[in-house]
């Protein structure tokens, strides 16, 4: 079964970095379009940043320039090389897949 896990979160002062990880299972990771969805206290799910199956990178306006996504398709694992934190990137951040699939979340906290 399609099983994704994330790691890396934690609490992080503004301007510092996290890298995120999502191990991926069940599934040939190398054929799917992958996603980060973060999720702010008391806010809706946002959509954060893609990347195909061939490496072409999206990301949403707000973590242009401060956020990478990566995959490492030999190790079925996602990144997002989180730098420049801001309070504002404080979420549950989820890892997820086409067909409805979501990872349980790490949570990433921005304070001083």
């Known amino acids: 079964q399609v099983q994704l896990v994330e790691s890396g979160g934690g609490l992080v002062q503004p301007g510092g970095s996290l890298r995120l990880s999502c191990a991926a299972s069940?599934?040939?990771?190398?054929?799917?379009?992958m996603n980060w969805v973060r999720q702010a206290p008391g806010k809706g799910l946002e959509w954060v940043s893609g990347?195909?199956?061939?490496?072409?990178?999206y990301y949403t306006d707000s973590v242009k320039g401060r956020f990478t996504i990566s995959r490492d398709n030999a190790k079925n694992t996602l990144y997002l090389q989180m730098n420049s934190l801001k309070p504002e990137d404080t979420a549950l951040y989820y890892c997820?897949?086409?067909?409805?699939?979501w990872g349980q979340g790490t949570q990433v906290a921005v304070s001083s």
């Open positions: 997820t897949r086409g067909g409805g699939y």
């Open positions: 069940g599934f040939t990771f190398s054929n799917y379009y």
């Open positions: 990347i195909t199956s061939g490496g072409t990178t």
